[in-house]
């Protein structure tokens, strides 16, 4: 009677066990095809960029100077200069189609951004990297064009450990928000690209090579060609505090 009981209590746990759904891991990172790019950052110098302080995050010093932007340990590391003052550093060269791809390894607390087609005005579709508290990665803003587009699929909570999934029908998250903390490894260099094609631009973003957003846009809202920027934004205190980009490369998609 006691095996029979057994086996009967088996029998019943099985179903139960398949309700239980299987825990997702992290998405894998594609393998991309790295032929065709070159440096952006040639590791010791800032070469090939420019300091705008024309933006709206330079109007602490009435757009005298464009925030701090210097090269260190093989990085370009940005803060800004006196509180609230931020700004842009921006490549000389224009881009029409492009995939952009850097490192990160930024300090939680500063607002950055990666600027593609962009003004030395800070006009541009920015992939963001608001790395704080309420922010996002790598969802596309329009910045200096009314805030359009404006999409994103999740948000930082108060640690960086955590995120709130955001309802995006289009793109949804790929990164669940309990599998956030294997995905992303705060103090490490994490990579970030972005791809933008045609006008109005489809926009593409990766986080760690996952996708993790593809946005279609319907109107013309800048110009064909513009430059490859990173930002350290106005406001707040933000000069003891760093943004860090290297191995950034570009690779032209635009057609001969």
């Not at 109007?59 to 803060?79: L, M």
């Not at 587009?149 to 450990?161: D, G, S, W």
Request: aromatic share 10%.
């Amino acid at each position: 009677m006691r095996s029979a009981a057994l086996a009967l209590t088996s029998l019943l746990l099985v179903p139960l066990v398949a309700l239980i759904p299987a825990r997702a891991e992290p998405p894998k990172p594609e393998k991309f095809d790295e032929t065709g790019f070159v440096p952006l950052f040639d590791g010791k110098t800032l070469n090939g960029w420019k300091v705008s302080a024309k933006t709206g995050h330079s109007g602490t010093t009435k757009n005298k100077s464009g925030g701090k932007w210097v090269v260190e340990n093989g990085a370009i590391v940005g803060s800004q200069d006196v509180p609230g003052n931020g700004g842009i550093v921006i490549t000389e060269k224009e881009y029409g189609d492009f995939e952009v791809a850097l490192e990160m390894n930024n300090d939680y607390g500063p607002d950055s951004g990666l600027f593609l087609r962009s003004t030395d005005t800070g006009k541009c579709y920015q992939a963001m990297i608001d790395y704080h508290s309420n922010g996002n990665l790598m969802g596309i803003y329009g910045e200096g064009i009314g805030g359009k587009p404006h999409v994103l699929n999740f948000n930082f909570k108060k640690e960086v450990t955590d995120i709130e999934v955001k309802e995006y029908k289009p793109f949804p998250s790929p990164v669940s928000a309990e599998d956030w903390a294997k995905f992303w490894k705060h103090g490490e260099w994490n990579e970030v690209r972005a791809r933008v094609e045609g006008n109005p631009p489809k926009i593409t973003t990766w986080i760690k090579g996952v996708k993790f957003m593809e946005f279609q846009d319907t109107e013309k809202r800048l110009a064909d060609k513009g430059g490859i920027a990173l930002q350290v934004h106005g406001g707040g205190d933000y000069t003891k505090q760093f943004v860090r980009y290297r191995n950034i490369r570009v690779k032209d998609l635009s057609k001969k």
